[in-house]
């Protein structure tokens, strides 16, 4: 399945799933102008491909991450209260950090956030590369001194050529 019909797929199911969200124009009405009939059309259609924006701000209007609509395993479930819930997608695995509180932060400060537990999770499994420091190495002289031989015999070549003069 191609990336827009995962897209596609997804959209209808969480569409079918919400009555306030069930039709194209109530999405367009819910995305404070950020989506057009049309973009949101093509995509329930798969038709096109679209851009990250139009996919952030699809994302947004359904209360979810923009990756999270791409997921092809995402199903939209009745849970026992009766409200629709989206399952198959990954779990959040923070217990101490509300979701919420990463979610308000920018895309830049996410990927920083991902790119530290990374590296925590690297350095605890003990795959991180170490940084090693290397000794500094003295500036190279300007004149290296010269081996012997090679003193004395521009020693004798200078002599000879005194000589011939």
């Known amino acids: 399945m191609r990336p827009r019909e995962i897209l596609s797929a997804n959209v209808r199911a969480l569409m079918a799933a919400r009555p306030a969200l069930s ?4 999405i367009v009405d819910a995305s404070n102008g950020q989506l057009s009939n049309g973009k949101v059309g093509r995509i329930t259609a798969a038709s096109h491909t679209t ?24 199903s939209v479930v009745t849970g026992p209260d009766g409200r629709s819930v989206v399952a ?5 695995p923070f217990e101490m950090i509300e979701r919420s509180r990463f979610d308000a932060l920018t895309e830049r400060q996410r990927g920083f956030v991902q790119a530290r537990v990374v590296s925590a999770i690297e350095e605890c499994e003990g795959t ?17 001194p010269m081996p012997a031989e090679f003193d004395a015999g521009l020693s004798r070549n ?4 005194k000589r011939k003069a």
């Open 23 to 26: 039709t194209i124009k109530k």
């Open 51 to 74: 851009d990250v924006d139009t996919l952030e701000a699809l994302a947004k209007v359904f209360d979810m991450e923009s990756w999270q609509l791409l997921v092809p395993t995402m």
């Open 88 to 92: 198959g997608l990954p779990d959040w």
């Open 128 to 144: 991180k590369p170490r940084l090693v420091a290397h000794p500094v190495a003295e500036p190279a002289r300007k004149d290296p």
């Open 158 to 161: 200078t002599r000879a050529t």
